[in-house]
């Protein structure tokens, strides 16, 4: 049947309120989501630089390193410089364990955990004294990991060391498990460069997001 242009005419102004109105809703959704996600990222990099900033170093019964890259049984730069850190809290005597974690890529020879112990062996830390974790690939593996210890040595508080933008994601997933933890941030000992930090800070932004999503 074919209808008089009129009846077009009516039919078209009839629908168009519709697809206003869903036009504007799908604007709202799409602002409402743009202004959440800047909120969310805003408070994530807040709490990034805040545990950054803030030493919670203090009697604890373990002192936990995370690992970092190891370069043919010797600790990278980033590594030392978190073992470094371990280890002056150890000497001022707040805890009387040193944890060392982390595993290795299936090619290399030498984990960050075994690394991380050789390294505080040379420096005078008795055997007695250190558990290498060496298994864990990941952050999250690594805190799980921390906890099993924790739970088989009776640990009841640890005293974390990692770099200042990985402790709030840390501490986060260590939380998560069940741990009682209190960051302590390597110092870094020089400037760095504003591209590395926003680098640095995007990172642990989309890897805690990540993370809080349940996405691996």
Known sequence: MILPRTHLRTA????????????SLLRLVGTLAIVAAVAWVGWVESQIHWYARHDEARPANAIAIFGAAEYDGRPSPVLRARL???????QRGLAPLMITLGGSEPSDQHSEGAVG?????????PESAIIAETQSSNTEESA?????????????????????????????????YGLTVYTSPRPVGHSIPLREALRRTTHE??????WRMHIH
Do not use: M, W
Not at 12 to 23: E, I, Q, T, Y
Not at 117 to 125: P, R
């Open 12 to 23: 078209d102004r009839a629908a168009s309120p519709g697809v206003a109105v869903l036009a």
């Open 84 to 90: 470094d850190h371990g280890l002056e809290l150890y």
């Open 117 to 125: 112990q050789d390294y505080l062996l040379a420096h005078g830390v």
């Open 144 to 176: 799980r990991r921390l906890s099993i210890i924790a739970r088989a040595n009776r640990l009841k508080s640890i005293v974390v060391v990692s770099d200042g933008t990985h402790l709030f994601r840390t501490h986060a997933i260590c939380e998560k």
């Open 205 to 210: 932004v989309v890897s805690y997001t990540l």
